[in-house]
T-cell receptor, first 115, second 118 residues
Framework: AQKVTQAQTEISVVEKEDVTLDCVYE???????LFWYKQPPSGELVFLIR??????QNEISGRYSWNFQKSTSSFNFTITASQVVDSAVYFC????????????FGTGTSLTVIP | GAVVSQHPSRVICKSGTSVKIECRSL??????MFWYRQFPKQSLMLMAT?????????EQGVEKDKFLINHASLTLSTLTVTSAHPEDSSFYIC??????????????FGDGTRLSIL
């Protein structure tokens, strides 16, 4: 079965601190995709990154970085030098061709960056 | 890039009203669209898969007679919440699958519809 776990329900950090959001996934598929989305209070989902299961290279995009560890089934997301605008709910998600293309979302981590 | 338009963004109506939500793919044809529901402070849960020209596939526990889905064209899927009640108040998000010749079919999400039933 597909499952995505985000153990951190809420995190608060002070501006400029670094913060890591954890994501652990379960799947029996060999080919799958992992995502991170940002959901600000307005509700829309903002795409941040997609990773396929064959690419374990870590990625950095500005203040954002992602650490994909297949051995531990984790896909963690780090925000460096956090800003107030980073305050949002962040969802980790998994997508697989074998499961009808639907997304399986984690329960989300609510991040509050305190000025 | 591919864009999905969802309308309306917010609906407030009385109990017993039926509400229609539209999901449009603006610059691509989407044979498959998905409808998700998100209750406050919870995750997004798939309600149904909408396939153009055929009946939608509903997830377990989702009443198909309550949530009518119509995917009559390659760019439009509609979700109608029939005889809505306060417990149907939620955030509804659609996504549309972008055709691809590769192994991965991208999906793009609409901006969501916040439904409040009084």
């Amino acid at each position: 079965a597909q499952k995505v776990t985000q153990a951190q329900t809420e995190i608060s950090v002070v501006e400029k601190e670094d913060v890591t959001l954890d994501c652990v996934y379960e799947t029996r598929d060999t080919t799958y995709y992992l995502f991170w989305y940002k959901q600000p209070p307005s509700g829309e989902l903002v795409f941040l990154i997609r990773r396929n299961s064959f690419d374990e290279q870590n990625e950095i995009s500005g203040r954002y970085s992602w650490n994909f560890q297949k051995s531990t089934s984790s896909f963690n997301f780090t925000i460096t030098a956090s800003q107030v605008v980073d305050s949002a709910v962040y969802f980790c998600a998994q997508h697989s061709l074998n499961t009808g293309n639907q997304f399986y979302f984690g329960t989300g981590t609510s991040l509050t960056v305190i000025p | 890039g591919a864009v999905v338009s969802q309308h309306p963004s917010r609906v407030i109506c009385k109990s017993g009203t039926s509400v229609k939500i539209e999901c449009r793919s603006l610059d691509f044809q989407a044979t498959t669209m998905f409808w998700y529901r998100q209750f406050p402070k919870q995750s997004l849960m798939l309600m149904a898969t909408s396939n153009e020209g055929s009946k939608a596939t509903y997830e377990q526990g989702v009443e198909k007679d309550k949530f009518l889905i119509n995917h009559a064209s390659l760019t439009l899927s509609t979700l109608t919440v029939t005889s809505a009640h306060p417990e149907d108040s939620s955030f509804y998000i659609c996504s549309a699958r972008v055709p691809s010749t590769g192994g991965f079919w991208p999906q793009h999400f609409g901006d969501g519809t916040r439904l409040s039933i009084l």
